[in-house]
Every structure is written in C-alpha cells, then in structure tokens.
C-alpha cells in the first residue's frame, strides 16, 4: 500500500507530519483532513519487504484485542497493549494499527488497508462488525472462519494436487505406451507376424483412455482457470457459467456467499435499515453475480418489489425464507442461518469432492498401468512363449 507524507496545522496551531496509508493521494488527503489543515502531502518512496502475521498469530491478535474491547478498554489502548506485549509480526501488525487509526482511520477503513495482515475475507467479516456495532463478535467470527477453512483447505490443496498429478503421469502413460514403448515391441517381426498376438483390443481401449484422460486434465485445467483468471477479467459471465455446474459452483461461489450474508444477518442485528444494508454489502462484495444480484435487490426495495427475489444466485428455497421473514430480528436470523448453511456447504464441498476427484485419478493410474501392461507385458510374454514352443 502507497505511504504518502502529510504536514498537517493541528487545531493548537502545530505544525506535525503524518505517515498516511492509502491508495490514492485523495484518499491519503480525505485521511490528513481528519488530522487538521493539510500543508502538504506527498507520497513517500516506500518499499515494504515485510511479511504479515501467519493465521496462528492473526488469531491470538484478533482474540486478544475482542477480549479487552469486550471489557471495555478503549481501542488504542488494547493496541497500545498487544504492541508493548508481544514481538515480531503481532507487534509489528498493533503498531502499523495504531499509525493508521492516529491518522483518522476507522477500524473498518484500518483493517482492509492492511492487506498483508488480514485477508480480504477476514477483513470483510470484521468491517461487518464495525459497521454493525458489534466488534468483538466479528472479531470472534473472524477467527472461528479462519479456524474452519484451515483444517480443511491444506488437506484440499493436497488432493486436488495429488488428482491432477495422477492424471497427468496417467497420461504420459498411456501416450508414450501408444507412440514409444508399444511400436519397439508389436513392430517387431516376431510379434507382427505372430497371428497368435493379437492387440487389437488393447489399441482400442488405450486410444479411448488417452482421449478421455486429455479430456479430463482439460476440464480440471478449465475449472481452475474459469474460477480464478476468468472470474476475475469477466465476474459476472463467469458466475453465470459456474452456476451451471453442480458441485463445482457450491465449492467455488460458497465461501463468498457465507461472508455476504453473514454481513447482512449482522448489520440488521444491529438495527441497520435494510436499504443501508444492502448498499453497504454491495459495495463491500467482490464483483460477480453475487455483486449483481445486491445491487438489483437494491432497486427492487426502492421499487416496492419483494428484495429477496432479485438474489437469483441463491437457491429459491433461500429466497422463499428471505421472503417470509416478518421483521427486521426474524430476517437477521434467517440471515445468519443461511450464513451458516453456506459456510457448512463450503467446507463439506471441498471435504467431499477432494477426496472423491483423488480417487478418480487413481483408478486412472491403475487404467494407464493396465494399457502398459496389455501393448507391452502380455505381447512380449508371449512372444517369449512362441519362442519356448518352437
């Protein structure tokens, strides 16, 4: 994040210079303004060779700073504390807190700028709260999310891995049993002229296995791509594509679900108005159909139109709950139970569906090994045997 360096006129008539974090220097003066009459402001040569606090230590940061807002103790003052407290990256990430609410940030507008501290996610959760009034319980959140995803996204990482791995050495199997190792052997006079060997059947059914194996690692490799770069250069084309296909669209568009409606479910709870809600969470939400969907639910409140219904990407048995909700405490919790489903969805998806796409893959890894077996073991066995019988 940019640092630009502003001389600010305090009200007492001082003259001070502020470190400001921003993205913009407009945004670096909105923050200086805070501070007095800005004199000013330049951006600073600033290289930042740092690493942010591990998901270990952002779960002790965040715990221990819910634990003293929860008794009371003023926000600085718990910062103040976990800095003089601790070292390393915990210390380092209080610190660059304190420096950013000294310059007139908000928590909220604090915690997103620190990008390498707080992932986007987290830092969604925990603008939620602030904007909600209920801080200590988005921090809380925050880590109970974390806490979730992490003891199910390293085993998911490892088997898509070990998946898309096994189909490749299956591939290579198979293509260099077909192009390399099976001509050496069936080329030869022995075995071509032999009317015993016959490897017709094996041919067949390597070839269809090549096929589909190529087939396969397409899909995987289209998959990934259209829920990472795609999804990003074109959201809302990508989500409507994503949608489409089972499982895979519950393990991709999920976890984005969870945190939207959880924001909602929090500010209603804290007795924000359901326009100020969705404005709110359709800013905050990344682009895609999710994003499309707020903002139409916007205009649908504004129209007098029933809301929930312009949240297409949900399931129409979310919508239809959404839509019985009678006040603002009975659609908070509605909000929170959906919130709910989705994480629990998220998490079991990729629980499931990693281990069922590794097992796939193996069964391909024996296939590759028996099409090896059948152009190569068996035609040389029995060229063996012709050799022995005469």
Same mark, same amino acid.
């Given at each position: 994040?940019?640092?630009?360096?502003?001389?600010?006129?305090?009200? $007492?008539?001082?003259? #001070?210079?502020?470190?400001?974090?921003?993205?913009?220097?407009?945004?670096?003066?909105?923050?200086?303004?805070?501070?007095? /009459?800005?004199?000013?402001?330049? &951006?600073?040569?600033?290289?930042?060779?740092?690493?942010?606090?591990?998901? !270990?230590?952002?779960?002790?940061?965040?715990?221990? %700073?819910?634990?003293? +807002?929860?008794?009371?103790?003023?926000?600085?003052?718990?910062?103040?504390?976990?800095?003089?407290?601790?070292?390393?990256?915990?210390?380092?990430?209080?610190?660059?807190?304190?420096?950013?609410?000294?310059?007139?940030?908000?928590?909220?507008?604090?915690?997103?700028?620190?990008? &390498?501290?707080?992932?986007?996610?987290?830092?969604?959760?925990?603008?939620?709260?602030?904007?909600?009034?209920?801080? /200590?319980?988005? +921090? #809380? !959140?925050?880590?109970?999310?974390? /806490?979730?995803?992490? &003891?199910?996204?390293?085993?998911?990482?490892?088997?898509?891995?070990?998946?898309? =791995?096994?189909?490749?050495?299956?591939?290579?199997?198979?293509?260099?049993?077909?192009?390399?190792?099976?001509?050496?052997?069936?080329?030869?006079? @022995?075995? !071509?002229?032999?009317?015993?060997?016959?490897?017709?059947?094996?041919?067949?059914?390597?070839?269809?296995?090549?096929?589909?194996?190529?087939?396969?690692?397409?899909?995987?490799?289209?998959?990934?791509?259209?829920?990472?770069?795609?999804?990003?250069?074109?959201?809302?084309?990508?989500?409507?594509?994503? =949608?489409?296909?089972?499982?895979?669209?519950?393990?991709?568009?999920? #976890?984005?679900?969870?945190?939207?409606?959880?924001?909602?479910?929090? @500010?209603?709870?804290?007795?924000?108005? %359901?326009?100020?809600?969705? #404005?709110?969470? $359709?800013?905050?939400?990344?682009?895609?159909?999710?994003?499309?969907?707020?903002?139409?639910?916007?205009?649908? %409140?504004?129209?007098?139109?029933?809301?929930?219904?312009?949240?297409?990407?949900?399931?129409?048995?979310?919508?239809?709950? =959404?839509?019985?909700?009678?006040?603002?405490?009975?659609?908070?919790?509605?909000?929170?139970?959906?919130?709910?489903?989705?994480?629990? +969805?998220?998490?079991?998806?990729?629980? !499931?569906?990693?281990?069922?796409?590794?097992?796939?893959?193996? +069964?391909?890894?024996?296939?590759?090994?028996?099409?090896?077996?059948?152009?190569?073991?068996?035609?040389? @066995? /029995?060229?063996?045997?012709?050799?022995?019988?005469?």
């Amino acid at each position: 994040m940019p640092v630009f360096k502003a001389r600010v006129l305090s009200s $007492e008539g001082v003259i #001070r210079t502020h470190d400001i974090e921003a993205s913009t220097i407009d945004l670096a003066r909105h923050y200086a303004d805070r501070r007095g /009459q800005v004199i000013t402001i330049k &951006k600073k040569f600033n290289i930042d060779l740092s690493v942010g606090m591990r998901p !270990s230590e952002r779960h002790s940061f965040l715990l221990r %700073l819910s634990a003293m +807002l929860k008794s009371n103790m003023g926000l600085s003052a718990a910062l103040q504390k976990i800095a003089d407290s601790f070292s390393g990256r915990i210390k380092a990430a209080a610190a660059g807190m304190l420096t950013r609410l000294d310059a007139g940030m908000e928590l909220d507008e604090a915690v997103t700028l620190d990008y &390498k501290n707080f992932p986007p996610a987290t830092a969604a959760l925990i603008k939620a709260g602030v904007k909600g009034g209920d801080t /200590q319980r988005a +921090l #809380r !959140s925050a880590v109970e999310f974390e /806490q979730l995803l992490s &003891k199910v996204a390293n085993g998911a990482y490892k088997h898509f891995f070990t998946a898309f =791995l096994a189909l490749a050495i299956s591939f290579a199997i198979v293509y260099y049993t077909i192009y390399d190792f099976a001509p050496i052997i069936l080329d030869s006079p @022995m075995v !071509s002229k032999n009317p015993a060997i016959d490897v017709t059947l094996a041919k067949v059914f390597s070839h269809v296995l090549l096929w589909v194996l190529g087939a396969k690692m397409i899909f995987m490799a289209g998959a990934i791509l259209l829920g990472t770069v795609v999804r990003r250069i074109i959201p809302n084309l990508a989500d409507r594509f994503i =949608l489409k296909i089972p499982h895979y669209k519950d393990l991709v568009l999920s #976890r984005n679900t969870y945190v939207t409606l959880y924001k909602l479910g929090l @500010m209603l709870g804290n007795r924000l108005t %359901l326009a100020d809600t969705l #404005r709110f969470a $359709e800013f905050e939400t990344p682009r895609g159909a999710l994003k499309t969907d707020l903002k139409r639910a916007r205009r649908f %409140l504004d129209e007098g139109r029933p809301w929930a219904n312009a949240l297409e990407s949900l399931h129409p048995t979310d919508r239809a709950a =959404l839509a019985s909700a009678t006040d603002s405490d009975d659609l908070a919790n509605t909000l929170d139970a959906l919130a709910e489903y989705y994480r629990d +969805l998220y998490i079991s998806k990729i629980n !499931s569906i990693g281990p069922a796409v590794e097992f796939m893959s193996a +069964l391909y890894l024996v296939a590759a090994t028996v099409s090896l077996v059948l152009l190569t073991v068996i035609p040389s @066995m /029995q060229m063996t045997q012709t050799i022995v019988d005469s």
